[in-house]
């Protein structure tokens, strides 16, 4: 069992950068990919991007490839999400997720442990 709890999320004006942590309990944090989702208010859940377990290879989604970045620290049990250049768009609730079978693309029922997300608002 992984419990996940995210944090960073805030307001922020359009062109100014967030980072985002996702901390994550338990000993096994290094077996687990980690994924970034969001969702905004009458929206589906979409991929933002996800880290494979050692954190060597990352997806994103192609949109925010350029702006958004995923890293972890295993040895800190937290993964992260740095973002940069935010736009209006970019508000949602974040949340991470967590595959134990070391998937890090972009099918939400492939990730097993969610958390409860952090708000992000970005304004114009």
């Known amino acids: 069992q992984v419990q996940l709890v995210e944090s960073g999320g805030g307001l922020v004006q359009a062109g100014g950068s967030l980072r985002l942590s996702c901390a994550a309990s338990?000993?096994?944090?290094?077996?687990?990919?980690m994924a970034w989702f969001r969702q905004a208010p009458g929206m589906e859940r979409e991929f933002v991007g996800a880290i494979n377990p050692s954190g060597r290879s990352a997806n994103y989604a192609i949109p925010r490839r350029d702006r958004f970045t995923i890293f972890r620290d295993n040895a800190k049990n937290t993964v992260y999400l740095q973002m940069n250049d935010l736009k209006p768009e970019d508000t949602a609730s974040y949340y991470c997720a967590a595959s134990s079978n070391s998937y890090f693309g972009l099918e939400a029922k492939q990730y097993d442990y969610w958390g409860q997300g952090t708000q992000v608002t970005v304004s114009s």
């Open positions: 338990g000993r096994t944090f290094q077996t687990y990919a």
